[in-house]
């Protein structure tokens, strides 16, 4: 399996401020995803980032609100920009690896 | 969009049983079906996949069945322990579990 890594695992940020939460992956991987879990409920993908491309965002998510950034084959980020007490969530990464999804450990945002 | 879905929200098990969590999907495309374990404060786990030239797969102490026939899936947990307690998520996909749609999660309880 793949081993994920997220940074950082929480925060506490003001609203209309943003959040970059990195992910790194100790696997060349082609495909990483990244999850808004809200708390209590399923996963929402939020977009696919490939290396090289630019990232495909879901029905709801665009990316001037959650920007990507996919450098190289072990490392992507994810930011959420002018937060809103509405975007307090559990956001995970997740790569796609050996035909198999494996998930990071999560990052937790409250805003206030 | 179709979705995937979970019949019970909570089980309760008493240690040393077994459980089973059933989930039901609607994608008649769907090919490829996945078991997250999600514990609390941590990023789900995979447990288990099938793919849908299988109706059977078995890890250790956990089998997933599949019944395309009425579009069913589920999940069982043998002699469980406390260590089991944990959100369990189903997904499926059409392909390469690259674009895996979850079910809304049941939580298993194992009471001692």
């Known amino acids: 399996s793949a081993v994920i890594s997220q940074k950082p695992s929480r925060d506490i940020c003001q609203r209309g401020t943003s959040l970059t939460i990195q992910c790194q992956v100790d696997?060349?991987?082609?495909?990483m995803f990244w999850y808004r879990q809200q708390p209590g409920q399923s996963l929402t993908l939020i977009a696919t980032?490939?290396?090289?491309?630019?990232?495909?965002?879901e029905s709801g998510f665009v990316i001037d609100k959650f920007p990507i950034s996919r450098p190289n084959l072990t490392f992507s980020t994810l930011t959420v920009s002018n937060m809103s007490p509405e975007d307090s969530s559990i956001y995970l990464c997740?790569?796609?690896?050996?035909?198999?999804?494996?998930f990071g450990p999560g990052t937790r945002l409250t805003v206030l | 969009g179709e979705s995937v879905g979970l019949h019970l929200p909570t089980l309760s098990v008493q240690e040393g049983d077994n459980s089973i969590i059933n989930c039901a999907y609607s994608?008649?495309?769907?090919?490829?079906f996945i078991w997250y374990k999600q514990e609390s404060g941590k990023g789900p786990q995979f447990i288990i996949d099938?793919?849908?030239?299988?109706d059977k797969r078995q890890g250790q102490r956990v089998t997933v069945l599949l019944n395309k026939t009425v579009k069913h899936l589920s999940l069982q947990i043998a002699a469980t322990q406390p260590g089991d307690s944990a959100v369990y998520f189903c997904?499926?996909?059409?392909?390469?579990?690259?674009?895996?749609?979850f079910g809304t999660g049941t939580r298993l309880q194992v009471t001692l």
């Open positions: 980032a490939n290396q090289g491309s630019e990232a495909t965002y």
């Open positions: 997904a499926d996909d059409t392909g390469t579990a690259s674009k895996l749609t």
């Open positions: 994608n008649s495309a769907s090919d490829y």
């Open positions: 696997s060349q991987v082609t495909m």
């Open positions: 099938i793919r849908s030239n299988m």
């Open positions: 997740s790569v796609l690896f050996a035909d198999t999804q494996y």
